[in-house]
C-alpha cells in the first residue's frame, strides 16, 4: 500500500473512529431524553389509565332502558350490565391492587388487566346475547382495579409539590370520566347501536394499553407478598349475594323464603370475610389499617358517596329517555340522557378544584361533609324539580360538586394515615367501597322506585321516592363525616 493509500485509510479510520465515538458520546443524552420524555408524559399517562378505565366501566348506566328493550329483559335484569362491572372491580382491586402498586409485577399487572377489559369490550361489542355482554362486562371490570394501583404509582415517583394534586385528579378521574364518556357513548349507541358503543370503547381501551406500554415505570424490586386467594373469593360471593337480593327484592318480596335465606347467606359470608381477614396473615385487606382516623371517614363516605351517586346518575338516564305517558318521563333519545351528564362531570371537576383550594381554610376530612351537603342538595333539586332538561342539568350539577369535593379529599385522607408500602392496599380497599357504592346504587335504585310506586309499574311516586333516599344516605354521610373529623388529629402530614 502507497504511503497517500495508508494516509488515506489512517484518515478514514480516525474519521470512523471519531464517528464511534460521536455516536456512543450521543446516546447518553439520547437515551436521558428519552426517559425525561417518558416522566413528562408518565402522568398523563395515569389519567389516561384511571379515565379510560372508569369509562368503560360506566359505560353501561345511560343504555340500560335501550339494552333492556333490544334484549326484551327487565330494567332490574338489564342494570347488571352496570353491577356486575363494579362487583368485578370490587373484588378484583385489593388483589391487583397488591399485585400493583410495588415491585417489578407492576407492568405486567397493569398491561395483562387492559388486555382482559380489551376482551371484554370486544366481547360486549359482538352480537352474543345479553348473557355474553353481561361476561363481557365483568372483564370490563378488572379495569377498574388500575386506579389504585396509578395513585400508588404517582405517590412513588411524582414530585412532592405536585403529588397532592396529582393523587386528587386521580381520585376525582373515577367520577369525572364517567360523565364525560356518556354523551359520546349515547350518541354513538343511538345512531350504531349498543355494539358500535362498545367497539369505540375498545379502541380508548387500546390507546391506554399503548400508553401504559411505552411509558409506565418498572417497579424496584421488592419481596413478593402472597394473595389472599380465598378471602376474594368469599367476599365477591358475599357482597355478591348481597347485591342480588338487593336487585331482585321487588320481585322476590320482603318477606319470601328466598329472599330471607339469600340475606342470610349474605350475612354468613361476608361474618366468614371479616374473620378470615383479621386472623389472616397476609389478608385481602388491612382491616385495622382502614378503621385508623382520617381514614375511617374516608371509607364509610366511600360507600355511601357511591350509593348516592349512581342512583341519581341512574334515575335521570331513565327520566329523560322514559316516554312522557308514563307519568315522569321526558320522552328524549338516549344521546339526551347523555348529555345529562355532562353538567354533572364538569361540576366533579369544580369541586375537586376548590375542594383542593380550600385546604388552606377547611380540613381535608371536613371536606367530605361539605361534598355530602352538596350531594344533598343535588338530590333533593331532583326531588321537586325535574320536568325539564335544564332543571334535570341544574340538580345533576349540585350531585357533581358534592361528589368532586368528597372524591378528591379521600386520597389526601388516607395517605397521610398509612405507610408508603401500604399505599396500594390502603387505596385499594377504599376503591373496592367506592365500587361497592356504585354497585349497590345501582342494584337498589330500581328496586326502591317499583317498591315505591302505587302499581305494578314504576311511577311518579316511585321516582321521587329514589331521590329521597339518595338524598337520606348522603345526609348520613355528610353527619358521619362531621362526627369522625373530630377523631383527626391536628396538625397531620400532609402526602
Known amino acids: 500500500m502507497s504511503r497517500s493509500e495508508t494516509s488515506r485509510a489512517d484518515d478514514r479510520g480516525s474519521r470512523d473512529g471519531s464517528s464511534e465515538h460521536v455516536l456512543v458520546g450521543l446516546a447518553g443524552p439520547r437515551e436521558a431524553g428519552l426517559r425525561a420524555v417518558r416522566r413528562q408524559a408518565l402522568v398523563p399517562a395515569l389519567l389516561l389509565l384511571a379515565a379510560s378505565q372508569s369509562m368503560v366501566a360506566s359505560l353501561g348506566a345511560p343504555l340500560v332502558p335501550l339494552i333492556a328493550r333490544e334484549h326484551d329483559v327487565s330494567l332490574s335484569t338489564a342494570q347488571w350490565v352496570v353491577t356486575a362491572s363494579f362487583l368485578s372491580g370490587a373484588v378484583a382491586t385489593p388483589l391487583l391492587g397488591r399485585l400493583g402498586s410495588t415491585g417489578l409485577r407492576r407492568r405486567p399487572v397493569v398491561i395483562g388487566a387492559l388486555a382482559s377489559v380489551l376482551l371484554g369490550t370486544v366481547v360486549a361489542a359482538l352480537p352474543l346475547g345479553f348473557e355474553a355482554m353481561v361476561a363481557g362486562r365483568v372483564l370490563q371490570g378488572l379495569g377498574l382495579a388500575m386506579t389504585p394501583v396509578a395513585i400508588a404509582v404517582a405517590r412513588e415517583v411524582v414530585e412532592p409539590e405536585r403529588r397532592a394534586g396529582v393523587l386528587a385528579a386521580l381520585s376525582v378521574t373515577v367520577v369525572t370520566a364517567s360523565g364525560m364518556i ?11 347501536g349498543i355494539s358500535a358503543a362498545y367497539w369505540c370503547a375498545s379502541g380508548l381501551v387500546a ?9 409506565l415505570p418498572h417497579g424496584t424490586p421488592t419481596e413478593p407478598r402472597p394473595l389472599d386467594l380465598v378471602g ?23 318477606a319470601s323464603a328466598t329472599t330471607t335465606s339469600v340475606c342470610v347467606l349474605a350475612v354468613v359470608l361476608l361474618g366468614w370475610w371479616v374473620q378470615w381477614t383479621l386472623r ?3 389478608p385481602l385487606v388491612d382491616l385495622r389499617l382502614a378503621i385508623r382516623p382520617g381514614v375511617l371517614a374516608a371509607n364509610i363516605t366511600a360507600v355511601l358517596a357511591g350509593i348516592a351517586m349512581y342512583v341519581n346518575v341512574t334515575l335521570v338516564a331513565l327520566i329523560v329517555q322514559s316516554p312522557v305517558s308514563s307519568g315522569y318521563g321526558l320522552g328524549h333519545s338516549v344521546t339526551y340522557a347523555g348529555l345529562m351528564l355532562v353538567p354533572f362531570a364538569v361540576a366533579s371537576v369544580a369541586g375537586s378544584w376548590t375542594g383542593r383550594r380550600m385546604t388552606r381554610f377547611v380540613p381535608a376530612d371536613q371536606h367530605l361533609a361539605v361534598g355530602a351537603l352538596f350531594a344533598v342538595l343535588g338530590a333533593l333539586s331532583l326531588t321537586l324539580w325535574r320536568d325539564d332538561l335544564w332543571q334535570v342539568s341544574v340538580g345533576m350539577a349540585l350531585c357533581g360538586l358534592g361528589n368532586g369535593n368528597v372524591f378528591s379529599a379521600m386520597p389526601g385522607l388516607i395517605v397521610r394515615f398509612v405507610p408508603v408500602q401500604e399505599t396500594g392496599s390502603a387505596m385499594a380497599f377504599n376503591q373496592v367501597l367506592r365500587y361497592l357504592g356504585f354497585a349497590a346504587g345501582s342494584a337498589l335504585v330500581v328496586t ?12 311518579q311516586r316511585g321516582i321521587t321516592t329514589a331521590f329521597l333516599v339518595s338524598a337520606g344516605v348522603s345526609a348520613v354521610s355528610a353527619a358521619i363525616a362531621c362526627w369522625l373529623a373530630g ?9
Open 487 to 495: 377523631s383527626v388529629p391536628a396538625g397531620s402530614p400532609e402526602p
Open 232 to 254: 376474594a373469593l368469599i367476599l365477591g360471593a358475599g357482597v355478591g349475594a348481597l347485591l342480588l337480593v338487593a336487585s331482585r327484592l321487588h320481585v322476590w318480596g320482603a
Open 182 to 192: 356518556f354523551p359520546l357513548a349515547s350518541f354513538v349507541a343511538h345512531h350504531g
Open 207 to 215: 390507546l391506554s394499553l399503548l400508553a401504559c406500554s411505552l411509558v
Open 280 to 282: 389472616a396473615d397476609h
Open 448 to 459: 326502591v322506585a317499583e317498591l315505591a310506586s302505587r302499581g305494578s309499574e314504576m311511577d
